[in-house]
């Protein structure tokens, strides 16, 4: 059993991180966390008031650890572009590398959850923010016009997010290699950002 507080709640994340992915929200009790902490479910409660809030941490943690991913390999005084390149690659990297806690933050979603508090949302959000600032920076240095970052931010997002899901579900065909996949993964986003993209007043998209 750990020696002290941190050590004890520090087992009780990591602990139920694998239990969540393995077992499911519904299968997973405080109880059996317990058990596989070796300690009893009355000290989990000294932690965290319910399941909700357990997993609302794990949720909280993740995004964190994103966020510090991304803002330190970010760098203000370069390219837009080269910044887009190492955004695109710490988040695909975050998330091969970090299986359990991406499934956690973004797939794991319990019919019967308390709402994600709104504080929480909002630092979550920090992520996509970083990714839209940088398009507006772009905007403004002229390497790119985009009337709507947020909505372009968000479709980058997707479409990284939908790389680093497939891999982890391992349904990418198999005679496609990883590595080509990812080169190609992020060529097509910068690709999308190295043309003009503006969008008019019915919101249509128009590449020139």
């Known amino acids: 059993m750990p020696d002290n507080n941190h050590d004890l709640r520090r ?9 969540l992915v393995n077992e499911g929200f519904t299968n997973l009790s405080m109880r059996k ?7 009893s479910a009355t000290s989990i409660y000294l932690y965290f008031k319910n399941k909700d809030a357990l997993l609302h941490a794990l949720i909280e943690e993740g995004f964190d650890l994103l966020f510090e991913k991304l803002k330190t390999a970010d760098d203000s005084q370069r390219p837009p572009l080269d910044r887009a390149n190492t955004i695109c690659r710490e988040f695909i990297d975050f998330g091969l590398g970090n299986p359990e806690y991406y499934e956690i933050m973004f797939q794991l979603h319990p019919r019967h959850m308390e709402r994600y508090p709104v504080e ?8 996509i923010d970083l990714i839209m600032y940088l398009l507006e920076d772009g905007s403004k240095k002229g390497d790119f016009l985009i009337e709507e970052p947020r909505v372009v931010a968000n479709v980058i997002l997707a479409t990284i997010h939908g790389a680093v899901s497939l891999l982890n579900a391992g349904r ?18 910068l690709a999308g950002l190295k043309g003009t993209v503006i969008m008019g007043k019915d919101q249509q998209p128009v590449v020139s």
């Open 11 to 19: 087992t009780i994340l990591d602990t139920s991180r694998r239990m």
């Open 33 to 39: 966390i317990a058990t596989e902490c070796d300690c």
């Open 120 to 127: 929480k949302f909002r630092k979550a959000r920090k992520n």
């Open 172 to 189: 990418i065909d198999s005679r496609v290699g990883k590595e080509a996949f990812v080169e190609t993964v992020v060529a097509s986003v």
